[in-house]
T-cell receptor, first 114, second 119 residues
Framework: GDSVIQMQGQVTLSENDFLFINCTYS??????LFWYVQYSGEGPQLLLQ?????NKGSSRGFEATYDKGTTSFHLQKTSVQEIDSAVYYC?????????????FGIGTLLSVKP | GALVYQYPRRTICKSGTSMRMECQAV??????VAWYRQSPQKTFELIAL?????????EQNFTQEKFPISHPNLSFSSMTVLNAYLEDRGLYLC???????????????FGHGTKLSVL
């Protein structure tokens, strides 16, 4: 079935470190891919999304490339800050399905130490 | 801007009782609303999709008898957890998509969620 895999449950970094969060997906179609960020006590917020394969999305210094060959959508940031501490969810929506029907990964908790 | 409010933020109910949660869209018309649950140590599971003037579609493992949903207009939706037990605890999220307010109908806006604890 359709799924989104995030292998890292938790990532701990220091400020200005490079961030890489792994995400791979499995589906038969051509999905739209998303990264959501959830800060403590809040609902998830859209960080970035990419609809077309081989395109890159970016926001607030974060970026992710939709790689259809490796079915991946890894999240990267060159230099993380303490305020980036949150849970990051990779998600996908199948093409043609409702805007609300997303499949989420398990989430990766990012902790950035000052 | 487009916002989604959920209330209550937190609630506790006794095992076997029911609990109603509400979702309000502000700044846009929520033509479709999705209810998700995030159980402890798990990711978000879709419970059901509700589109105004259409039947509510429930995902496998979730039923109308357990999670009745109302979506009477373009700004409001509610869901009740009937006969709540320990396995129903978690964060219930409302995600709304729609039109107006300069937003794309592809964009999903989430509320803060309602955290349900069951004693």
């Amino acid at each position: 079935g359709d799924s989104v895999i995030q292998m890292q449950g938790q990532v701990t970094l220091s400020e200005n470190d490079f961030l890489f969060i792994n995400c791979t997906y499995s589906t038969t179609g051509y999905p739209t891919l998303f990264w959501y960020v959830q800060y403590s006590g809040e609902g998830p917020q859209l960080l970035l999304q990419v609809t077309t394969a081989n395109n890159k999305g970016s926001s607030r210094g974060f970026e992710a490339t939709y790689d259809k060959g490796t079915t991946s959508f890894h999240l990267q940031k060159t230099s993380v800050q303490e305020i980036d501490s949150a849970v990051y969810y990779c998600a996908m929506r199948e093409r043609g399905s409702s805007g609300n029907k997303l499949i989420f990964g398990i989430g990766t908790l990012l902790s950035v130490k000052p | 801007g487009a916002l989604v409010y959920q209330y209550p933020r937190r609630t506790i109910c006794k095992s076997g009782t029911s609990m109603r949660m509400e979702c309000q869209a502000v700044g846009f018309q929520a033509t479709s609303v999705a209810w998700y649950r995030q159980s402890p140590q798990k990711t978000f599971e879709l419970i059901a999709l509700s589109t105004v003037n259409s039947a509510i579609k429930y995902e496998q493992n979730f039923t109308q008898e357990k999670f009745p949903i109302s979506h009477p207009n373009l700004s409001f939706s509610s869901m009740t957890v009937l006969n709540a037990y320990l396995e129903d605890r978690g964060l219930y999220l409302c995600g709304a998509a729609g039109q107006g307010g300069g937003i794309s109908n592809e964009r999903l806006f989430f509320g803060h969620g309602t955290k349900l604890s069951v004693l």
